[in-house]
């Protein structure tokens, strides 16, 4: 891995982007150091503020090359390959694949980095740029040395898919080992009940029914109490310390009788929002149901350890912790962009970067959770991995709107199968099945994620249960619990479709046709 050819510093938000010269061990300018290591090391000191810092490697790339990077947290569909695009954001690495020599090559950087990091490619190089902002203000260093990123290269290993693995590989090669996970899967209500209208009844049913379709699956099931079940109702904060009076009186006790049915309960939380006032709420950002939460400080970090430990008190085996990015940013993903977030605010730290305070806020909802599977959604990709069992890479699918799925399902499994097992289990979201939805539809996204081994939870309205679902759903549901096809599956249409058609799988290729009789609907979804 070479160092960069030229590098660039940028103290504050008002303040240019300047050149650092070469000071013979790094590049200096705006009071600002940048030093590369042998193994591809940035690191960053600063006596004052730092904002950004990028790095340029000039080097050409092919004119009619597709480019495919990833995205800052979930996908929203819009994973692709495509045309040299100079000011396209790529989030934390890129490939470049030559049409003409069929050869794959990028970069990228290592998991658990100390700065957001992108890219943008152009026909005569790439640049990495490390946002390395506190909030939506300058980081104070305070001539402390940060690690910021380490740079990462990828050589051809053959065709795009391959080449993809191997890059998803070396970027976390240095996590702890992974055990071989048992298969996640199991029930949720999400995408019938949407937050509304439950109680520990409808949950019980919801567990009664997985169980009856895993036919007894040596590995159970799991049965997940979604969003909707604490006094603040649909998308609110805490206090998590009890359910909804006459809905769910009894945590422990719901979680008991998931337990006695035959399955493993989990839980939905949402750990940076509260609707109790308080000093530690995240300056500049105010949101309708409560009240964000700043994770820089150690008051917020208490409140989140002990809600893992009351949830697994109460005996949940799964917790699903949701919209920290949000909570933390203002914004979800796509709204981010290379700004991240408002200017102008800062966390009550302002002397370490927004990366180092989401990574630790990770690190601690994974220490205080203990043996608990935990499922990331909302989640940062790069800095979740290893920290969480499981991510949902996908935005929302849906029960009420069949393109959602479509685009949103199918195109993060196929641009991010990759990192499956390796950051994470992925979960491309639930198979819907509802009245509102086409059951011959939702049937192939459940067959191609059931086939993945990736993660499987399932959305079962008791009125949209039939002879055939029941069917197709337990062939489903057991081919996820025994780890999917064997070999895996692939995408074989994805240089050229964001949702493909067609996928290599153990038993042969597949071809699924998503559309609809009037094909894809540009106004839903």
């Known amino acids: ?295 820089s400080y150690p008051e917020v970090l208490d409140l989140v350890r002990a809600d893992l430990r009351r949830f697994k008190d109460w005996g949940f085996e799964l917790v699903k912790h949701d919209f920290s990015t949000y909570d933390v940013f203002g914004r979800f993903g796509p709204a981010m962009g290379s700004r991240l977030t408002d200017s102008g605010w800062q966390f009550h730290d302002p002397g370490r970067t927004t990366a180092e305070i989401v990574l630790a806020l990770y690190r601690e909802i994974r220490a205080a959770a203990d043996d608990v599977v935990l499922i990331g959604c909302n989640t940062v990709g790069h800095l979740a991995a290893g920290l969480v069992d499981v991510q949902r890479t996908g935005d929302d699918t849906s029960g009420r709107d069949w393109e959602r799925t479509r685009k949103m399902g199918v195109n993060s499994l196929a641009f991010r199968l990759p990192q499956h097992d390796r950051f994470f289990a992925l979960d491309a979201d639930c198979v819907p099945c509802t009245p509102q939805t086409p059951w011959e539809l939702n049937r192939r996204f459940l067959d191609l994620v059931a086939r993945s081994g990736s993660a499987l939870f399932v959305s079962i309205d008791p009125a949209a249960r039939t002879e055939q679902t029941d069917r197709d759903l337990g062939d489903g549901i057991r081919l996820a619990l025994s780890g999917g096809d064997a070999g895996g599956i692939e995408p074989v249409d994805w240089l050229v479709n964001t949702t493909p058609n067609v996928w290599r799988t153990g038993a042969g290729t597949v071809r699924y046709d998503w559309g609809q009789p009037w094909g894809a609907d540009p106004a839903s979804g």
Not at 12 to 38: K, R, Y
Not at 140 to 169: H, I, K, M
Not at 207 to 233: I, R, Y
């Open 1 to 295: 891995m070479r160092e960069p050819n030229k590098v660039f510093v940028q103290a504050g938000p008002s303040d240019a982007l300047t050149a650092a010269p070469g000071t013979g061990n790094g590049w200096s300018a705006a009071g600002i150091e940048v030093q590369w290591t042998p193994v591809g090391e940035v690191v960053v000191s600063a006596v004052g503020g730092v904002c950004r810092v990028a790095l340029r490697w000039d080097e050409a790339i092919p004119a009619e090359a597709l480019v495919l990077g990833d995205a800052w947290e979930r996908s929203y569909g819009d994973l692709q390959w495509r045309h040299l695009q100079p000011e396209r954001l790529l989030p934390w690495y890129w490939l470049a694949h030559d049409r003409q020599t069929g050869t794959t090559t990028g970069m990228g950087v290592d998991v658990h980095p100390g700065a957001f990091c992108s890219w943008t490619v152009d026909q005569t190089g790439s640049t990495l740029w490390l946002d390395l902002r506190n909030g939506g203000g300058p980081t104070q260093l305070a001539g402390r040395a940060l690690t910021a990123a380490t740079v990462r290269r990828f050589e051809d290993a053959g065709p795009p898919w391959l080449t993809l693995n191997a890059a998803v590989a070396a970027m976390s090669s240095h996590l702890p080992e992974r055990p071989a996970p048992a298969p996640v899967v199991g029930a949720n209500n999400w995408y019938y009940a949407y937050g509304e209208g439950f109680d520990e009844k409808a949950v019980l049913q919801d567990a009664a029914t997985v169980v009856e379709l895993a036919d007894g699956h040596p590995v159970k099931p799991f049965s997940v109490v979604d969003d909707g079940w604490n006094p603040g109702g649909n998308g609110s904060g805490g206090p998590w310390e009890s359910g909804i009076p006459g809905l769910f009186d009894d945590m422990a006790g719901t979680a008991a009788a998931v337990k006695a049915i035959g399955a493993r309960p989990g839980l939905w939380f949402r750990p940076l929002l509260s609707r109790e006032s308080g000093p530690w709420g995240r300056a500049g950002k105010a949101d309708g149901p409560g009240r964000a939460l700043d994770p």
